[in-house]
């Protein structure tokens, strides 16, 4: 099992710098969409938002249930991180019910999205922190002759 978590583990440090960066996308195609609105059909109508949509589904189905699972295998020893990687996907798939709630529940989305945003960056550098920390108390391997 500890193979399951050091390979889990590894995968973490990867995956969550690339949702950050894809959220930071995510936020982006939401400004283009908005500002790219035109006068007339409703916003649930707007083509400008459809790419928006389209990441935004991937990131709260299948991406947050990928990080769900790896933050479950690798297990990580500090409490609070583990607390946090276990957080995080639920966090991302309340995205999408903030979204389709209406008004007050839709305001909620772009803070739920920052607050993903913050906490994705924090723990990527945590777990790159904690790796290089690690690296320089781990022996040095035998020379090979």
């Known amino acids: 099992m500890a193979g399951v978590r050091r390979g889990a ?3 973490l440090r990867f995956y969550v710098p690339l949702l950050f960066l894809l959220v930071i996308v995510q936020i982006f195609l939401a400004g283009e969409g908005i500002f790219g609105i035109k006068k007339g059909p409703e916003l649930d109508d707007q083509k400008t938002l459809d790419p928006h949509r389209v990441l935004g589904f991937f ?9 769900l699972i790896v933050a479950l295998l690798a297990w990580l020893p500090e409490r609070k991180l583990r607390r946090i990687s276990i957080a995080l996907p ?7 019910p903030l979204s389709w709630g209406g ?16 906490l ?3 723990f990527s550098g945590q777990l790159w922190r904690r790796h290089r920390a690690m690296g320089e108390h781990a022996k040095p391997a035998p020379a090979v002759s």
């Open 9 to 11: 583990r590894a995968v």
């Open 59 to 67: 990131l709260t189905e299948p991406l947050a249930l990928l990080l």
């Open 90 to 96: 639920f966090l991302i798939f309340l995205q999408a």
């Open 103 to 118: 008004r007050w529940s839709g305001a909620f989305h772009p803070v739920n999205a920052f607050l993903v945003l913050g």
């Open 120 to 122: 994705l960056g924090w």
